[in-house]
């Protein structure tokens, strides 16, 4: 139950998060969770997690075990970085793949949102890799997200920063699933 968010734009690329934790109808804010961050930083790159809360322990711990951190830079590398990484969530964390047998694919059960200096990107749960060319939002609260920040891009007066976060606290605003403070991070695209 979250809200994230990315976006391109003048030269620049954030990356945006809620920062509310649901269990059942129970809601843990930021002000009663001290670790209430979405987003965590791999290598060059922030990335923002939906799903169970569990999800961000486990990736800064798959990361942080690698000898070498893999380039999160295209497609095709997070691809094959995502494929390796849900080996491991199977074998590692105990994944429960347990699905509906229509499925062409075994779930990560998480959708991810990557920014960093080559671009933004989304990876969803099983591992389709997109890279976007202006905004993008997953979670919960997206269609408000999307929303908000459709109607905010072209505004010049707003950059990058401001439309990721604008996304965020709209969902917060209209979806009960949602919550600030909102966490964001800004990072100049390579020329």
């Known amino acids: 139950m979250t809200t994230i968010t990315v976006v391109k734009k003048a030269g620049r690329v954030a990356i945006a998060s809620d920062t509310l934790t649901k269990w059942g109808n129970g809601k843990e804010s930021s002000e009663y969770v001290a670790n209430h961050e979405k ?10 997690i939906t799903g169970s809360a569990t999800f961000k322990l486990i990736l800064a711990d798959y990361f942080s075990s690698l000898e070498e951190i893999p380039p999160l830079d295209s497609v095709e590398n997070i691809f094959s970085v995502w ?5 491991a969530l199977k074998e ?19 959708d991810v949102l990557i920014a960093n200096r080559h671009g933004i990107f989304g990876v969803a749960a099983h591992r389709t890799v997109q ?7 997953y979670g919960s609260g997206s269609p408000y ?4 920040m459709y109607a905010a891009y072209r505004a010049p007066s707003l950059d990058a920063e401001a439309i990721a976060r604008l996304g965020v606290a709209a969902a917060a605003e209209f979806h009960d699933e949602s919550g600030l403070p909102v966490q964001s991070f800004v990072i100049e695209l390579e020329e």
């Open 83 to 87: 494929n390796a990484l849900h080996g």
């Open 92 to 110: 590692q964390y105990y994944l429960q793949t347990g699905e509906d047998k229509e499925d062409d694919l075994e779930s990560s059960r998480m």
């Open 39 to 48: 987003i965590i930083r791999v290598g060059d790159s922030y990335v923002a």
């Open 145 to 148: 997200a999307l929303g908000a």
């Open 131 to 137: 890279a976007f060319s202006k905004f993008y939002a």
